[in-house]
Protein backbone atom coordinates (compact mmCIF):
# COMPACT_ATOMS: atom_id res chain seq x y z
CA UNK A 1 0.00 0.00 0.00
CA UNK A 2 1.29 3.02 -0.99
CA UNK A 3 -0.54 6.06 -1.64
CA UNK A 4 1.73 8.84 -0.55
CA UNK A 5 -1.46 9.40 2.21
CA UNK A 6 0.96 10.96 4.06
CA UNK A 7 2.50 13.34 2.16
CA UNK A 8 3.60 16.41 3.64
CA UNK A 9 3.07 15.22 7.39
CA UNK A 10 5.87 15.65 9.85
CA UNK A 11 5.10 13.48 13.14
CA UNK A 12 6.84 11.86 15.86
CA UNK A 13 7.38 8.08 16.47
CA UNK A 14 7.43 6.63 19.79
CA UNK A 15 8.25 2.95 20.89
CA UNK A 16 10.06 1.20 18.30
CA UNK A 17 12.08 -1.12 20.38
CA UNK A 18 12.47 -4.17 17.19
CA UNK A 19 11.38 -5.60 13.80
CA UNK A 20 7.91 -7.06 16.07
CA UNK A 21 6.81 -3.77 17.64
CA UNK A 22 3.76 -2.26 16.59
CA UNK A 23 5.83 0.99 16.50
CA UNK A 24 8.06 -0.52 13.77
CA UNK A 25 5.26 -1.44 11.21
CA UNK A 26 3.83 1.84 11.51
CA UNK A 27 7.18 3.92 10.64
CA UNK A 28 7.92 1.76 7.91
CA UNK A 29 4.45 2.45 6.53
CA UNK A 30 4.64 5.91 7.37
CA UNK A 31 7.76 6.56 5.21
CA UNK A 32 5.65 4.27 2.52
CA UNK A 33 3.31 7.02 2.87
CA UNK A 34 5.41 9.73 2.30
CA UNK A 35 5.71 11.20 6.00
CA UNK A 36 8.95 12.46 7.29
CA UNK A 37 8.95 11.42 11.02
CA UNK A 38 11.84 11.19 14.04
CA UNK A 39 11.97 8.43 15.82
CA UNK A 40 12.35 7.92 19.67
CA UNK A 41 12.71 5.21 22.74
CA UNK A 42 13.86 5.16 26.20
CA UNK A 43 17.58 5.19 26.45
CA UNK A 44 17.85 1.61 27.77
CA UNK A 45 15.94 0.64 24.70
CA UNK A 46 18.41 2.35 22.36
CA UNK A 47 21.23 0.38 23.91
CA UNK A 48 19.31 -3.37 23.68
CA UNK A 49 16.43 -2.72 20.76
CA UNK A 50 17.58 -2.32 16.74
CA UNK A 51 15.84 1.08 16.43
CA UNK A 52 19.12 2.35 14.06
CA UNK A 53 18.54 -0.02 11.94
CA UNK A 54 15.00 1.24 10.99
CA UNK A 55 15.95 4.73 11.50
CA UNK A 56 18.30 3.77 8.80
CA UNK A 57 15.83 2.14 6.71
CA UNK A 58 13.32 5.27 7.52
CA UNK A 59 16.39 8.14 6.79
CA UNK A 60 15.41 9.79 9.78
CA UNK A 61 17.59 9.91 13.25
CA UNK A 62 16.68 8.46 16.49
CA UNK A 63 16.15 10.83 19.61
CA UNK A 64 16.67 8.90 23.18
CA UNK A 65 13.76 10.14 25.45
CA UNK A 66 12.28 8.61 28.63
CA UNK A 67 8.59 9.16 28.21
CA UNK A 68 8.21 9.85 31.82
CA UNK A 69 10.98 12.64 32.40
CA UNK A 70 9.23 16.34 30.99
CA UNK A 71 12.39 17.03 30.18
CA UNK A 72 13.61 14.47 27.61
CA UNK A 73 10.39 15.47 26.02
CA UNK A 74 10.69 18.93 25.74
CA UNK A 75 14.09 18.25 24.18
CA UNK A 76 12.74 15.51 21.92
CA UNK A 77 9.44 18.45 20.70
CA UNK A 78 11.91 20.97 20.02
CA UNK A 79 14.65 18.78 17.96
CA UNK A 80 12.25 17.22 16.11
CA UNK A 81 10.94 20.36 14.77
CA UNK A 82 14.22 21.82 14.03
CA UNK A 83 14.80 18.19 12.30
CA UNK A 84 11.56 18.27 10.00
CA UNK A 85 11.17 22.13 10.40
CA UNK A 86 7.96 22.97 11.91
CA UNK A 87 5.15 21.80 13.94
CA UNK A 88 4.10 18.41 13.71
CA UNK A 89 0.61 16.66 12.18
CA UNK A 90 0.71 13.36 14.09
CA UNK A 91 2.31 11.40 17.24
CA UNK A 92 2.25 7.68 18.03
CA UNK A 93 2.53 6.76 21.65
CA UNK A 94 3.28 2.94 21.22
CA UNK A 95 4.66 2.53 25.21
CA UNK A 96 3.89 -0.19 27.87
CA UNK A 97 5.14 -1.79 30.45
CA UNK A 98 4.67 -3.13 33.72
CA UNK A 99 7.24 -4.38 36.05
CA UNK A 100 4.38 -6.34 38.38
CA UNK A 101 3.89 -8.76 34.90
CA UNK A 102 7.66 -8.83 34.56
CA UNK A 103 8.11 -10.28 38.18
CA UNK A 104 5.01 -12.09 37.74
CA UNK A 105 2.96 -10.50 40.67
CA UNK A 106 -0.12 -11.17 41.01
CA UNK A 107 -3.00 -8.38 41.18
CA UNK A 108 -3.66 -9.32 44.50
CA UNK A 109 -0.35 -8.79 45.66
CA UNK A 110 0.56 -5.96 43.99
CA UNK A 111 3.83 -3.95 44.80
CA UNK A 112 2.60 -0.31 44.54
CA UNK A 113 6.43 0.72 43.52
CA UNK A 114 5.96 -1.48 40.55
CA UNK A 115 2.35 -0.28 40.09
CA UNK A 116 3.08 3.54 40.48
CA UNK A 117 5.47 2.59 37.82
CA UNK A 118 3.39 0.99 35.38
CA UNK A 119 0.74 4.08 35.75
CA UNK A 120 3.59 6.22 34.92
CA UNK A 121 4.72 4.54 31.76
CA UNK A 122 2.10 3.06 30.30
CA UNK A 123 -0.45 5.75 30.93
CA UNK A 124 0.66 9.24 32.27
CA UNK A 125 3.67 9.61 29.72
CA UNK A 126 0.57 9.63 27.52
CA UNK A 127 -0.28 12.83 29.50
CA UNK A 128 3.10 14.13 29.49
CA UNK A 129 3.72 13.76 25.80
CA UNK A 130 0.44 15.89 24.87
CA UNK A 131 1.13 18.62 27.84
CA UNK A 132 5.03 18.78 26.80
CA UNK A 133 3.21 19.23 23.05
CA UNK A 134 0.50 21.60 24.26
CA UNK A 135 2.74 23.90 26.25
CA UNK A 136 5.40 24.28 23.37
CA UNK A 137 2.51 24.34 20.85
CA UNK A 138 4.29 22.03 18.45
CA UNK A 139 1.44 20.35 16.70
CA UNK A 140 0.24 21.94 13.78
CA UNK A 141 -3.85 22.48 13.44
CA UNK A 142 -5.71 19.16 12.59
CA UNK A 143 -2.61 17.07 14.10
CA UNK A 144 -3.65 13.35 14.86
CA UNK A 145 -2.26 11.89 18.30
CA UNK A 146 -2.40 8.21 18.86
CA UNK A 147 -2.04 5.79 21.32
CA UNK A 148 -2.31 2.22 21.57
CA UNK A 149 -4.78 0.59 23.61
CA UNK A 150 -5.98 -2.96 25.28
CA UNK A 151 -9.30 -4.70 25.64
CA UNK A 152 -8.36 -4.98 29.53
CA UNK A 153 -9.58 -1.26 29.66
CA UNK A 154 -13.36 -2.37 29.62
CA UNK A 155 -13.16 -6.18 30.18
CA UNK A 156 -11.66 -8.49 32.49
CA UNK A 157 -8.27 -10.25 31.55
CA UNK A 158 -6.72 -11.32 34.76
CA UNK A 159 -3.68 -12.01 33.73
CA UNK A 160 -3.47 -8.41 32.04
CA UNK A 161 -2.93 -7.46 35.75
CA UNK A 162 -1.78 -3.85 36.54
CA UNK A 163 -1.92 -2.89 32.86
CA UNK A 164 -5.65 -3.28 32.39
CA UNK A 165 -5.66 0.10 35.00
CA UNK A 166 -3.25 1.63 33.08
CA UNK A 167 -4.87 1.03 29.66
CA UNK A 168 -8.30 2.20 31.60
CA UNK A 169 -6.51 5.90 32.26
CA UNK A 170 -4.49 6.00 29.05
CA UNK A 171 -8.32 5.76 27.33
CA UNK A 172 -9.27 8.34 29.57
CA UNK A 173 -6.36 10.77 28.95
CA UNK A 174 -7.38 10.91 25.61
CA UNK A 175 -11.01 12.24 26.23
CA UNK A 176 -9.95 14.18 28.64
CA UNK A 177 -7.11 15.82 26.63
CA UNK A 178 -9.23 15.36 23.60
CA UNK A 179 -11.33 17.73 24.63
CA UNK A 180 -8.30 20.79 25.62
CA UNK A 181 -6.51 20.23 22.26
CA UNK A 182 -9.99 19.88 20.72
CA UNK A 183 -11.27 23.52 21.51
CA UNK A 184 -7.49 25.01 21.28
CA UNK A 185 -6.39 23.56 18.18
CA UNK A 186 -8.68 20.79 16.71
CA UNK A 187 -6.25 18.34 17.44
CA UNK A 188 -7.59 14.97 17.65
CA UNK A 189 -6.35 12.03 20.11
CA UNK A 190 -7.28 8.97 19.70
CA UNK A 191 -6.29 5.04 20.94
CA UNK A 192 -6.74 2.23 19.50
CA UNK A 193 -7.43 -0.81 20.30
CA UNK A 194 -5.52 -3.78 19.22
CA UNK A 195 -5.44 -7.34 18.81
CA UNK A 196 -3.15 -9.43 21.16
CA UNK A 197 -0.53 -8.99 18.77
CA UNK A 198 3.23 -11.21 19.02
CA UNK A 199 5.95 -8.46 20.33
CA UNK A 200 8.19 -8.15 23.44
CA UNK A 201 5.30 -5.83 25.32
CA UNK A 202 2.30 -8.53 24.38
CA UNK A 203 4.90 -11.95 25.14
CA UNK A 204 5.31 -10.84 28.25
CA UNK A 205 1.67 -11.64 29.43
CA UNK A 206 1.10 -15.06 31.42
CA UNK A 207 -0.44 -17.40 28.81
CA UNK A 208 0.11 -15.16 25.94
CA UNK A 209 0.09 -17.76 23.21
CA UNK A 210 -2.96 -19.49 24.66
CA UNK A 211 -4.24 -15.85 24.54
CA UNK A 212 -3.68 -15.36 21.31
CA UNK A 213 -5.41 -18.18 19.87
CA UNK A 214 -8.77 -17.84 21.70
CA UNK A 215 -8.59 -14.21 20.61
CA UNK A 216 -8.20 -16.03 17.00
CA UNK A 217 -11.08 -17.70 17.45
CA UNK A 218 -13.47 -15.63 18.88
CA UNK A 219 -12.42 -12.73 16.28
CA UNK A 220 -15.11 -13.30 13.25
CA UNK A 221 -12.32 -11.92 10.96
CA UNK A 222 -9.47 -13.35 12.97
CA UNK A 223 -6.63 -10.92 15.11
CA UNK A 224 -5.90 -7.87 13.68
CA UNK A 225 -2.24 -8.28 12.62
CA UNK A 226 0.54 -5.85 13.42
CA UNK A 227 0.61 -4.83 9.48
CA UNK A 228 -3.27 -3.70 9.97
CA UNK A 229 -2.52 -2.04 12.80
CA UNK A 230 -0.19 0.49 10.92
CA UNK A 231 -2.64 0.87 8.31
CA UNK A 232 -4.95 1.67 10.71
CA UNK A 233 -2.98 3.94 12.34
CA UNK A 234 -1.49 5.86 8.76
CA UNK A 235 -5.62 6.63 8.16
CA UNK A 236 -6.45 7.87 11.80
CA UNK A 237 -3.15 9.83 10.84
CA UNK A 238 -4.87 11.01 7.52
CA UNK A 239 -7.04 13.78 6.63
CA UNK A 240 -9.77 10.99 5.90
CA UNK A 241 -10.22 10.47 9.79
CA UNK A 242 -10.25 14.22 10.74
CA UNK A 243 -13.35 14.45 12.60
CA UNK A 244 -12.47 11.57 14.99
CA UNK A 245 -11.40 12.35 18.18
CA UNK A 246 -11.79 11.41 21.78
CA UNK A 247 -12.68 8.05 20.98
CA UNK A 248 -11.37 4.35 21.72
CA UNK A 249 -11.18 2.54 18.43
CA UNK A 250 -11.69 -1.29 18.54
CA UNK A 251 -9.23 -2.65 15.95
CA UNK A 252 -10.03 -6.83 16.66
CA UNK A 253 -11.62 -8.62 13.97
CA UNK A 254 -14.74 -8.40 15.95
CA UNK A 255 -13.70 -9.67 19.19
CA UNK A 256 -15.24 -6.72 21.54
CA UNK A 257 -18.53 -7.12 19.98
CA UNK A 258 -18.55 -11.08 20.45
CA UNK A 259 -20.46 -12.72 23.66
CA UNK A 260 -19.90 -16.33 22.32
CA UNK A 261 -18.28 -18.22 19.21
CA UNK A 262 -19.15 -21.85 18.81
CA UNK A 263 -15.76 -22.51 17.79
CA UNK A 264 -14.70 -21.89 21.10
CA UNK A 265 -17.36 -23.71 22.67
N1 LIG B 1 1.28 -6.64 21.55
C1 LIG B 1 0.02 -6.65 21.94
O1 LIG B 1 -0.60 -7.71 22.10
C2 LIG B 1 -0.69 -5.35 22.16
C3 LIG B 1 -2.10 -5.31 22.10
C4 LIG B 1 -2.75 -4.11 22.34
C5 LIG B 1 -1.99 -2.97 22.64
N2 LIG B 1 -0.64 -3.05 22.69
C6 LIG B 1 0.12 -1.84 23.03
O2 LIG B 1 0.92 -1.44 21.94
C7 LIG B 1 1.97 -0.61 22.44
C8 LIG B 1 3.28 -1.04 21.81
O3 LIG B 1 3.67 -2.31 22.32
P1 LIG B 1 4.22 -3.50 21.42
O4 LIG B 1 3.24 -4.62 21.57
O5 LIG B 1 4.58 -3.02 20.05
O6 LIG B 1 5.51 -3.97 22.22
P2 LIG B 1 7.02 -3.43 22.26
O7 LIG B 1 7.63 -4.08 23.44
O8 LIG B 1 7.68 -3.63 20.96
O9 LIG B 1 6.85 -1.85 22.53
C9 LIG B 1 6.74 -1.27 23.82
C10 LIG B 1 7.68 -0.07 23.78
O10 LIG B 1 7.57 0.74 24.96
C11 LIG B 1 8.85 1.31 25.13
N3 LIG B 1 9.03 1.89 26.46
C12 LIG B 1 8.99 1.26 27.67
N4 LIG B 1 9.24 2.13 28.66
C13 LIG B 1 9.45 3.34 28.07
C14 LIG B 1 9.77 4.64 28.56
N5 LIG B 1 9.92 4.88 29.87
N6 LIG B 1 9.93 5.66 27.67
C15 LIG B 1 9.77 5.44 26.34
N7 LIG B 1 9.47 4.24 25.82
C16 LIG B 1 9.32 3.20 26.67
C17 LIG B 1 9.76 0.09 24.94
O11 LIG B 1 11.14 0.42 24.81
C18 LIG B 1 9.15 -0.49 23.68
O12 LIG B 1 9.72 0.09 22.51
C19 LIG B 1 1.92 -0.74 23.97
O13 LIG B 1 1.22 0.36 24.51
C20 LIG B 1 1.13 -2.00 24.16
O14 LIG B 1 0.49 -2.08 25.42
C21 LIG B 1 0.03 -4.20 22.44
Redesign the pocket.
Known sequence: MNHQLLANKKGII?????E?????KVALKAKAAGATFTL???PV?LRF?NINELAEQCQTSVIA????NTDDLEKLFQQSMEELGGQLDFVL?????SPNVRKNKPYTKLNYKFYSQTMD??AI?FHKVLQTAYQLDALNEWASVV????IAAQRNFPDYND?ADA?AALESIARSFGYHYGIKKNVRINTI??????????AGVKGFDQFLNYAQKMSPLGNASSEDCANYCLMMFSDYSRMITMQNLFHDGGFSSMGIHPDVL
Open positions: FGALDNSLAWTNAAGADATHAIGMVSSALSYMKSQSPTPTTAG
